[in-house]
């Protein structure tokens, strides 16, 4: 199938189920070998001139100075997939299949991928999550069928806005924050959160939706939880608050994933 690569200015929104359904490795030479001691020789009849010998280098490997503190890295070799994530956070839990990559971090307990939600338990107030979902395109998908398909649709209509405008439908409201470009992926960061029609549970996330020009695309969604509500009514501001909180950790993460 002929690719179309034609791909609109990008940005971040994503919607769970209901809503939207690096590290620089630097090694260094720097072992070198001692020069050998001379001893009395007796002299020689003939004498040439001989130019010296080279000095010989061995590789050695160096520790290498993480630029994000105490961070821990992830490697995915199979894809050529990194990230790095707070070391006092959970995680990563990780699900794999050929055509897709979903990871998920934490700063309470993460749970494999399916667990039942009666089982998970969390003890943490105001906690903080980040879901990392990577797919190739190796079906060779078209823009037109991404389109087509419908899960982009809260991305296509946040691309016509302008940062921090927004769009509500009978269930979701989503915020358009900027346009992000992460190494060889271009898109969107969003807010997606409910609607003023749509209260009877709470939903807030930040989300950046990328693509590359071979249209594989790249989900990351940060979400609270256990959020303490000061007020029923505006419980909103809570979660935001939350958000906010964890906001230089979104970034940070986002911006150390590294595809190749």
Not at 1 to 6: G, P, V
Not at 81 to 102: A, I, N, Q
Not at 128 to 142: A, C, D, F, K, Q
Request: hydrophobic fraction near 35%; aromatic fraction near 12%; proline fraction near 6%.
């Amino acid at each position: 199938m002929q690719k179309n690569n034609s791909i609109p200015s990008l940005g971040t929104s994503f919607l769970l189920s209901a809503v939207l359904g690096i590290s620089l490795f630097v090694s260094a030479c720097a072992a070198k070998n001692p020069d050998a001691g001379t001893q009395n020789q007796p002299p020689l009849v003939e004498t040439k001139d001989v130019l010296p010998e080279a000095p010989t280098s061995t590789p050695q490997p160096m520790d290498t100075e993480n630029p994000y503190g105490e961070w821990t890295e992830y490697r995915n070799q199979g894809i050529s997939f990194r990230f790095l994530y707070p070391t006092s956070w959970f995680g990563p839990e990780v699900d794999e299949t050929k055509d897709s990559l979903r990871l998920e971090v934490g700063s309470d307990t993460v749970y494999p991928y399916g667990t039942d939600r009666t089982e998970q338990v969390y003890t943490i107030p105001d906690s903080y999550y980040i879901l990392i979902e990577y797919n190739p395109n190796t079906s060779g998908r078209s823009w037109d069928d991404f389109v087509s398909s419908g899960w982009i649709d809260a991305y296509l209509a946040l691309q016509e806005m302008g940062d921090g405008e927004s769009f509500s439908t009978a269930r979701s409201l989503n915020i358009r924050v900027r346009e992000v470009t992460l190494g060889q992926f271009h898109g969107l960061e969003y807010i997606a959160t409910l609607s003023e029609t749509a209260q009877t549970e709470r939903f807030y996330a930040r989300a950046i939706v990328a693509f590359d020009e071979d249209l594989n695309w790249l989900r990351i969604t940060g979400f609270p939880n256990m959020v303490q509500i000061a007020d029923q009514d505006n419980w909103k501001a809570d979660y935001s608050q939350v958000d906010l909180d964890n906001l230089e950790v979104f970034h940070t993460l986002a911006d150390s994933i590294v595809i190749e």
